[in-house]
């Protein structure tokens, strides 16, 4: 039980740090541009059938990485040159319109070019197998890699944002725009700037999760969401809260799934508790967000009295 | 009231004259022997219905809500629902469907209409999100799948079994929501909820707590979509989360500003265009969907001050209004 | 003369700076007291706290007697204490009369109500011109707020306030962009209101508030730098030093 429990706590962990990688970028565009931007997800997409794409090609999962993930940059920053730099002085509903619609033409545009069966990446030799866990658990090396990798990210993250200019900019610039405006820096060089990163954590994300689960072209979509409750909670424009809410939204989630009916049985009969666990399990993160929101309208770590 | 006479008149003959032409519609498909068409002008008028409920928010209270298929979601599964229960009348049915979307729309939005920008756009889109998510573990309901429905429902004895009748009846609800949402915008209300959208704080200089209004107005849009929900139930005689997912709630939004936000009768004929425009698409290519995406994106972009260009000029969805 | 506004070492901080630095003053009823002083001695700032619109960080404001200082802006404004802003806030997208005609629906009857024509009510149409009548823009109810020239908008801005039916009336600089005719009816038309109600009015245009005024407090770095008749701040050297030095 304790095994089971820890097993989808590592689980949970691993899909938090993947959610963290997309809505960095995100938090950091919503906060610093004020700009809703509902395609992030497709970056994400794109990510994850590059690899699939270079991987196959080359039949080398460190070759395809190493060609997906400047491929998926320079597509974001084409994104951001042809559409998004156009975008950040519209209403919301023209900013959410156009990522609606860019949505649909590149999911459909994936959809025309890799067709809708998921594809599949193989694990490189390296990070493939386990490790003996506690007891007789055993993990797969390839999602204790993926954590690392994104922990990795998160700290590099951190540092750029700490202890260089263009990260106290940053930081600057997500609690007061007009600030930054008013030191004379080139707003337009540090938006795309902070898109690009966003783009390539985002696409990150999507290779390195390829191996693991199917590439599909619903994947952006369906951590889209994810990500909004992870921003939301964590508040928009912070690091760090988009860091915290990460982990939790994916432990929540995915130990939720696995023990919320084993949690309720001991307060309900067992097949009222398997209802309502499954009933409940995919709500959560939800529930939580709304919790969190009922406390703090801004998320844990938002600007406050910004009203 | 003699003066808005020649600024609404004409909007209000318009409203008339594409309902009088709906009307026509099952007898023109009866002549030319396609019966096909009216199910496609069916669905197109049960999004009109849902596009003027939405207007009521994202129109007239500049509430850009991401999330209102789920209300679609809560009045299509109030007919799986009831029937299941043995309640069949329509009226029963749409009574079931409001008070779910009231429900919710009570809690999700006293907690949505406390933030603003951003936040608001993300968190209905997530609420709605968790709806789907509901129905989707609902096993007995079909989870995923959905499930197909025994038969239509009754109106008052009457069998809606015909495909003309049911047209009728989604037509006379039409126009009932259209007048009823015609009289609530030029009422005391509607003019709180415009006056909030032109300018927040001087309404609160005036008197006004903004909240309440905001949040009346959130519910009532959520009821009246749940009655485009239970004819639409009743048209596909299927029900399925897919209703509610959170691209039918993108899709609602284009509708409404195809036709020209803020206006009751461009709201209804923006989902009438839009709804066909789909189906005509849909039927000449599987991708139609990239043609869609893209034509989305070039009007936004290129069109002098994009598609809320009119909306700006009536001083709405604006960043922070 | 009975206190109707008394405020009681107000204090708010952004950040560092001091914006409302102990702020204690007292307004009695029916007097039109001014408050003046040099760009960003934190006047709007005040008036935003008067008004509800900002909280302070320390201090009271009393109104009536009432200690309304965590009171909204709506509950002020039921209570009688309206204010102008000095950035022209409309509704422009609505009608003049309609701008007018909302303040008097926020104060008569509930606006709960969905289905009547409120453009039909003839009780509220009629308030709202007799507070038109009074700024003089009757002849101009049916035009969209947007469309009226910025001296109107103020003149607007003053009908929205008074049809709220005030006890006490902000006024963040009436005159502000006004010239010559339209600031002559303005000022004509706060010497009319000063008979009627109590006024903290915030002015740039020292000819008129020495006109207007029956005391002047001057407001230097967000502090009250002296108090009294406009004679005696014209006299006091503290407020030539600080303020009128520079203008007069």
Redesign the interface.
Known sequence: MFNLFLLQLLNGAQFGILLFLVAAGLTLV?GIM?F?N?AHGVLYMVGAYLMATFAGMTGNYWLGLMLALPATLIFGLVLEFL?FR??YD?????Q???T??????????V??LWGSAPLNVEMPELLSGSVPLAGPLKYPVYRIAVIAAGLASAVGLWALINHTRAGMLLRAGASNRPMVAALGVDISRLFMLVFAGGAMLAGFAGAIVAPILSVDPGMG?SIL?LT??V??IGG?GSIRGAFLAAILVGVVDTVGRTFGPIWLRMVMDPSAAAQTG??L???LV??L??AV??YS??GLFGRRGA? | MSRFAPQIAPRLKAALAILVLMALVPVAAHAIGDPFLSVIANRMLVFAIAALSLDLI?GYGAM?S?GHAAYLGFGAYAVALGARWGVTDLLAQILLGMVFSAAFALV?GA??L??????F???T???A??AY??F????SLGGDDGVALQGRSTLLGLSLDGDVTLYYVTLGALALVYAGLYRLTGSRFGRVLKGTRENSLRMQAMGYRPFPYQLVAYVIAGCLCSVAGVLLANLTEYVSPAYMG?HRS?EM??ML?FGG?GTLTGAMAGALVAVGLEEVLAAFSE?W??G??????LV??FSPE???GL??RLGI???HG | MAELLEIRDLRKNFGALAVTDGVSLSVGEGELHAIIGPNGAGKTTLIAQLSGQLAPDGGQVLYGGEDITHLDMAARVRRGLARSFQITALLPGMTVLENVALAVQARSGSSFRFWRDAGGEEITNAQARAALEEVGLADRAAVLASALSHGEQRQLELAVALATKPRLLLLDEPLAGTGGQEAERLIALMQRLKSRLTIVLIEHDMDAVFQLADRISVLVYGAIAATGTPEAVRADPAVRAAYLGEDA
Request: charged share 15%.
């Open positions: 919503f004020d809703i509902l559409v156009r975008l519209r209403s919301h509903l023209d959410v319109l156009a609606f619609g860019l949505i649909l033409m590149l999911s459909e545009g959809r025309i979509e969401i909004f409750v921003i939301v928009v499954r009933m399990a995919p709500m939800y529930l967000m709304a929101l009922f309208p801004t009203k | 994202l850009v991401f999700t907690i949505s406390r933030t603003r920008g951003v936040y756009i993300m968190i889109l997530a609420f999100q968790m998510f509901f989707v573990s609902q096993g959170w993108g939004i284009v500003v936000i991708h969907r990239l869609f995406g893209l034509a989305l994106v936004v972009l994009g598609l809320t909306a700006k969805g604006g960043k």
